[in-house]
């Protein structure tokens, strides 16, 4: 997805890419419903947007990050 910009009103403002809940889950390689979890369980940023669930891809590559084990030396 790309970020585009919006015009209202003579001011460019940009949007934003969203993913939604079945492009998050192939992103981090789960089941959609493993990604509804960790919006009930608040493991995960999300955005409302309506009755929708949307996720930065920036969320959802710093939630990888934090899952992150580094090896023993």
Known sequence: MKDTTLTTEGATVPTL????????ATRLGVSPRFVRRLVAERRITFH??????RFEPADVDALILEGRVERRT
């Not at 409302?48 to 669930?53: A, W």
């Open 17 to 24: 890419s969203l993913l939604t809940i079945n492009d998050t």
């Open 48 to 53: 409302r947007v309506g009755k929708f669930i």
